[in-house]
């Protein structure tokens, strides 16, 4: 096993970028699609409002790409730290 | 030719192909083949992935809930997408060095305790379970109108078929079959929406399509479509009807399920590398958002494709006679064949009730003629659309390539679980192989059974019986795995209380709105008028979930502390190095 203060330091990196991809997570889907839709409906798009767009295509779109850029962050991490395998 | 003869041809062809398949993969191959995953490049282990998850609840059922629930049933696609994130964040790389082969192993192992590993296999059966009447509820709908019979013939013809395919170890577990089954499927949802979509906008991409301009009028489709439903008095297609409340825990409830569900999170634990479990999860999500951005497409299109062909002239015009749907075609000429095939199944009903001779289409259900059931859009849609009749085929063999492998996978999950978990790991370890072999066929025959049962008077539609069980996996499963990674604090009893407190609440809620064990009629509320505020019985896995983490926080915080050497196994998950592979049950 690494040793113990580089795994905390790699812990508390991999702990911040998830809250970081968290947010926006949030925001996209329960924000854009859903609570946030109201302060939206004055953006058209294609006959309907911006919210309705990411209620049912914008959020999985960021969600792709939220998927890749964490794994992309998360094996640059792991080589950083020296965790990789 | 005869479409029920094109049906033949084309669902067999495609059978034929995963057999061929999986024989090829068996003659042709050492244990590379067999190691799930293992050796299998990440983009077709993806695609594999994606077979095992889009069920009959994402083919059939979906998009025919949005055509007629517009804007609100948005939380079946961001619900059912989302919690890949979270998979791939929270859970799929731990789980991964933890390298062993099951849900009930890792829980049992973190929280050192037989109980609780006991208490997670009830959770998986309970979830899985219910998962299976709405995949069978789905089969009756293909099978019903493939074979042109009624839906409960169908659904008995599905039950056997989908027993003989699980009992002979289906093709489960053979990733190329499994790629084969993904690209017949993708194939047989997007080609009828591409014409579709041709048709009404000239755009080829249906997801775009969605947001372009009617090609007849010039006008935004949605906002054509969103004329028409509220013209004739539905409820609008863009506005929100559902309460915020019930929107928010709906989607919870799905995203969290998602990543609590057994039979998702297993495709991870034997991926070659941890790297390769975040990735994994991303390819997943592509291949599973080429339906899922499609969908809503489908769902918009199918609706106003209908509305048309119930009022040849224009909603203000003569709608539709049955005299016309007797002859087999409208004044115009155009085929109503399929109104009468559907009308067989007993899932499209009309009747003349006031004796005018036309069909009456409306929102108002006193005056409103035509009942459509939701889970025959997608099947319908491209009759509706008038499209060739070899699509009409593709898409009935992509309806039973989603609804038959994922049946079978639960089955064997359940049967795995009950035989291996339950009495191997606990009951009677001693039991022979053969033993172990008997309890899962019994396991799977009685799973089966009652699924069939209950699929014959369904909770829900197909999507809305799967939703249940997407709550029960986030009140039950999901908690206890993130406690186990992301909490050294969460003890034994702590788990096994907080696991308890989370199914059976979310179990009694559902029991209470859908009828105890499902029976129809047993129910003291209805979601139409929810128990606690707007919270639907499929919301609740949310609120089951909260209880789960808040339970098992407070139990553990008066318990025995988590001892050292199990505070080390958290430490070690969190670390990628050193994963190895994946070791034995």
Redesign the interface.
Known sequence: ??DNSS?NA??KA?IQT?LV??VI?FVC??GF???L?PMLAGIG?????LG??F???G???V??V???A??FR??KL?REH???? | MDQFVLNIIVVGATFALYIGIAIWARAGSTAEFYAAGQGVHPVLNGMATGADWMSAASFISMAGLIAFGGYDTSVYLMGWTGGYVLLAMLLAPYLRKFGKFTVPEFIGDRFYSNVARTVAVICLITASLTYVIGQMTGVGVAFSRFLEVSNTAGLFIGAAIVFMYAVLGGMKGITYTQVAQYVVLIIAYTIPAVFISLNLTGNPIPALGLFSNDVSTGAPILSTLEGLVTDLGFKSYLEQSDTTLNMFLFTVSLMIGTAGLPHVIVRFFTVPKVADARTSAGWALVFIALLYLTAPAVGAMARMNLINTFYPNGIEGQALSMAEIEAGEDASGADLEWVNNWAKTGLLAFDDKNGDGLITYVGDAEANELTVNRDIIVLANPEIARLPGWVIALVAAGGLAAALSTAAGLLMAISSAVSHDLIKGQINPNISEKGELMAARIAMAVAIAVATYLGLNPPGFAAQTVALAFGLAAASIFPALMMGIFSKTVNNTGAVAGMLAGLITTVLYIFLHKGWFFIAGTNTFTDADPMILSIKSTSFGAIGAAINFAVAFMVSSITKPVPANVVELVESIRVPKGAGAATGH
């Open positions: 096993m690494a795994s790699y812990w991999n998830i991809f968290l997570w889907s329960f699609g859903i609570l839709r798009v294609g006959g309907t409002d309705f767009w209620a049912q295509q959020s999985i779109i969600f792709l939220l998927i890749f964490y794994a998360m094996n792991d020296g965790v990789d395998e």
